[in-house]
């Protein structure tokens, strides 16, 4: 029988992800155009404050701004490329304002404002000063991959382990960083550099989960995915254990030290894999 404690702290978690789609709803109608109705719609509000709280169910609502937005950023950033970019001039002009805006420049797009939104909302953070370098990169990782599956999906096409090298254009280590330094989780570098070797094999995980959920839908667009480029599903099936079972062995270490971290992690793992089976975040997805 569930306990009265685990039902309170159940309804406790929504509560924070009301709180949360309510906010990203907020934000996102203050940059009209980034943020189209056709595909972010109150239900990817709400999944991706859903997957905010129940990551840190200890937080306050507060704080879990920053990982709320940044992962409504990388969706907004991913569509740009993958829907909107029409040429690698327009990638490249998206790419350099972005990382000028988290270098402190003025935006001169709507996602460079909400960018700039968030750079504030981690500015205000006590950690910042000694972690914006490590932020910084994170985030030139995530879009330099993105566009080069920009570039693969118009060129020669990678092969699935050069692909998989090129997980950072699913955005989960910049979200993450974001999350660490605006809740304190990473204190400092020394602290990032320890989780991000587990952090990558969960960005790994969840690239390939991503692909397995959402194939059929992402083969009318013309994306890459793990299918495209002749994964079967059993391939991509074991490949999935494997990463799951490798996280796992350096996420177990962590959580002497990192214990809010680790768990961070190990949720990302599992919740997706429930949350994948049914549909995804888009707001055009069928179930």
């Not at 960005?203 to 992402?218: I, K, S």
């Not at 490949?239 to 990192?258: C, F, G, K, T, W």
């Amino acid at each position: 029988m569930t306990t009265p404690a685990e039902l309170f702290a159940d309804g406790r978690t929504c509560a924070l992800a009301v709180a949360g789609a309510r906010d990203l709803a907020r934000g996102a109608a203050a940059h009209p155009g980034l943020f189209p109705e056709k595909s972010f719609d109150g239900g990817l509000y709400f999944s991706l404050a859903l997957a905010g709280a129940f990551g840190s169910p200890w937080a306050t609502a507060d704080a879990l701004r920053a990982v709320n937005r940044a992962s409504l950023l990388v969706f907004a950033v991913d569509r740009l490329i993958d829907e909107e970019a029409a040429s690698r001039e327009e990638v490249a002009a998206l790419v350099t304002e972005c990382l000028a805006v988290a270098g402190g420049g003025a935006p001169v797009s709507p996602a460079g404002a909400f960018l700039a939104e968030l750079r504030g909302e981690l500015a205000g953070t006590a950690g910042f000063p000694g972690l914006e370098p490590a932020w910084r990169a994170q985030l030139e990782r995530m879009l330099t991959a993105m566009a080069r599956e920009w570039e693969w999906s118009r060129a020669e096409a990678p092969t699935p382990e050069r692909y998989l090298a090129n997980a950072d254009s699913c955005g989960a280590g910049f979200i993450s960083v974001s999350h660490w330094i605006y809740t304190g989780l990473a204190a400092g570098p020394g602290d990032l550099d320890r989780l991000r070797p587990a952090g990558d094999l969960v960005q790994r995980y969840l690239r390939l989960l991503n692909d397995l959920a959402t194939h059929h839908r992402e083969r009318s667009f013309g994306d890459l995915n793990a299918f495209t480029l002749g994964m079967t599903r059993d391939e991509v099936t074991t490949r999935l254990a494997e990463l799951s079972r490798e996280a796992a062995d350096l996420i177990e270490p962590l959580r002497n030290v990192h214990p809010r971290a680790a768990a961070y992690l190990w949720w990302q793992i599992h919740y997706s894999a429930g949350f994948y089976e049914l549909t995804d975040f888009w707001a055009d997805t069928q179930w």
